[in-house]
């Protein structure tokens, strides 16, 4: 891994663009007999297969060439297909998908929407000091595609052998069929050096090809049936996934594979359809306990539709006082494309409330109150979107829950639920909180989260973008999948809860400790923990998790250990590892003090621990 781009300048929000908020449609939304309508504003747009394929092409080309760069910019976007098929072999539909652009299909099941052609990313190449070029996927962050079929046509070259999705974290491939060819997640047909750290997919169905995993360091594959896999690095986790790899992680030669035969709970993320009235809903999927493979192997998946008149449709001029208006008097909340800047902490008090976020709408604290905030009830959804640390102190960004430990209003065949939810503490701009994602509830499916301290961007430095945990759970039965939690200044993740259980984590250290003594738990621990199990807890699990250092600032800084545990029959740990990226000092530890350190002497090369204790 190498040290990530510098970003480009900052484009805040304005204004202007929220005063104008309506008052222009997208050019393709002009009526048609089969068109849809599109309810959600500017930079949504809805295709239908009746459309000039060149308007379609020409659209999401023009946001594709916008968004390459745009790493912290305020443009968003939703490119959403209605039933039907887009392109054929003779004349394919290939585009590419920029930072923050979401792309998916408006079926009730991925295979109503084909697409014959691609929808990829490739790397992002940057021009280095010394005048050369880099081209890798480290920085391809904030963005989706999902509830499609790829029928791969119209490449040559290197580029006809898969639909490439090289991404790192916050870029989800979810209900994603790829027929014709391999899924690859990274892109090797780019100069290099090709590095990529991600990634998240879910509910797919990749049996038709093999997929290439190649230079992905971690990845996890949830509930999904996969054709094959290739390569490994150093974390990559399955689970309820048809065809894995077999489990061989510190096997000697093998693969550093974690594979589970079942998830023990999980819920897909709501997502929007058209009926066949041409009428939007959005299906909430049930919770599965015990599963494997997609949830629509054997038909539709099972779940609740709700209309969306049943939600408020909110965009960046929407005050706080209509939004909770809407939420006491029932209705749900969709989020347009765009940045809002939220006064008020948004409070979800109704069971079974879904709050769902489209082309990656970003909330960013005006204050220091939270940005959102629910209660303790069962069955809340929250989605698809990136909360930012705003300039005045936050207690925390995101808080689930208000009692801790207690049993109130919780509902394990019906859990609150967040799904590509994304903490960001500087990067775009400068921010600051105590702790990013707070889960004062219990029973809850953590599926896909990002909490990140910026280690580039606007507003990036030891005292600037201040944040000491990205993750405190203090609920009971907490389910982890995916979790990725990065440079926080103490403890990167805090577990109180009981009977929690998490299948994948991956972790940086901060890059920036100006000292030992300025990132010191005690005299006698080194560091911090990148994961700590407190000490009174008596039941965890965790499967897959690693921890990795780049202590960037030219001082020798040590974590003593990166995972810490209570020693107790009820916590076990399997698969743990730490490696040595670049810098200085290292991690004397994997969990408890066993397990090899890793330092400059074996950069790259990970220390492994199979099951502690």
């Known amino acids: 891994m190498v ?47 009746d459309m000039p394929q060149a308007q379609i092409q020409a659209t999401v080309d023009r946001i594709a060439t916008q968004q390459k760069d745009n790493q912290f910019g305020s443009e968003r976007y939703a490119l959403l297909f209605a039933p039907g098929t887009y392109g054929t072999a003779a004349n394919p539909l290939n585009f590419q998908v920029g930072y923050y652009t979401e792309v998916a299909g408006l079926g009730r099941n991925p295979g109503d929407v084909t697409i014959n052609g691609s929808v990829e990313v490739y790397n992002r190449c940057v021009t280095n000091a010394d005048g050369s070029t880099s081209c890798y996927a480290l920085d391809n962050f904030w963005r989706s595609l999902s509830n499609m079929k790829i029928a791969l046509a119209g490449k040559s070259g290197c580029q006809a052998s898969a639909n490439f999705w090289a991404t790192s974290q916050a870029a989800s491939l979810r209900r994603v069929q790829v027929i014709g060819g391999n899924l690859s997640l990274m892109d090797y047909c780019s100069a290099g050096p090709q590095y990529a750290s991600g990634g998240f997919i879910a509910d797919s169905d990749l049996s038709a090809g093999t997929t290439i995993n190649g230079s992905q360091q971690q990845f996890l594959v949830r509930d999904s049936k996969l054709g094959g896999w290739s390569n490994g690095v150093w974390n990559q986790v399955f689970s309820g996934v048809e065809n894995a790899p077999a489990q061989s992680f510190g096997q000697p030669g093998g693969q550093p594979y974690t594979t589970l035969p079942r998830t023990e709970l999980s819920r897909e993320r709501p997502y929007l359809y058209l009926d066949a009235s041409g009428q939007y809903q959005v299906l909430v999927p049930t919770a599965r306990h015990q599963s494997s493979g997609t949830t629509w192997a054997n038909g539709p998946t099972a779940g609740t539709s709700i209309p969306l008149s049943d939600f408020l449709i909110a965009n960046p001029a929407t005050s706080g006082r209509d939004i909770d208006k809407a939420l006491k008097a029932g209705k749900n909340l969709l989020l347009a494309p765009g940045v809002y800047d939220v006064s008020s902490p948004i409070h979800v008090k109704r069971a079974d409330t879904v709050v769902l976020g489209l082309g990656f709408p970003t909330l960013r604290p005006t204050g220091d109150s939270p940005v959102l905030h629910t209660a303790s009830v069962p069955g809340i959804k929250v989605a698809g979107m990136i909360v930012d640390a705003g300039p005045a102190l936050t207690p925390t960004l995101v808080q689930l829950g208000d009692c801790g430990k207690c049993a109130k209003g919780s509902n394990g065949d019906d859990p609150t639920t967040l799904n590509d939810v994304y903490l960001r503490i500087g990067g775009a701009s400068a921010g600051r909180t105590q702790d990013a994602l707070t889960v004062n509830a219990s029973d809850v499916v953590l599926d896909n989260i990002w909490s990140w301290r910026a280690d580039h961007g606007t507003g990036v430095g030891w005292t600037t973008n201040t944040a000491d945990r990205g993750l405190v759970v203090n609920g009971d039965r907490v389910h982890g999948l995916g979790l990725f939690v990065e440079h926080y200044q103490k403890d990167n993740v805090v577990w109180n809860g009981e009977d929690g259980r998490v299948v994948f984590f991956q972790n940086e250290f901060p890059y920036d400790p100006p000292s030992q003594a300025a990132w010191s738990a005690s005299p006698t621990i080194k560091g911090y923990a990148a994961f700590l199990v407190s000490p009174g807890v008596q039941r965890f699990t965790g499967w897959g998790m690693g921890a990795y250092s780049f202590f960037n600032q030219g001082v020798d800084i040590h974590a003593t250990r990166a995972f810490q545990v209570p020693v107790t029959p ?10 040595f990226l670049n810098g200085s000092g290292g991690i004397d530890s994997v969990v408890n003090g066993v397990g090899a350190p890793v330092t400059q002497a074996n950069s790259g090369q990970a220390s492994q621990v199979v099951s502690y204790p």
């Open 3 to 49: 040290p990530r781009a510098a970003a480009p300048v900052v484009r805040l929000v304005t204004l202007l663009a929220m005063l104008v908020w309506g008052l222009a449609a997208p050019a393709h939304a002009a009526p048609q007999a089969a068109a849809p309508p599109n309810p959600f504003g500017p930079n949504t747009y809805v295709f239908t297969p």
């Open 570 to 579: 009820g916590v076990r740990m399997h698969d743990l590892l730490t490696v």
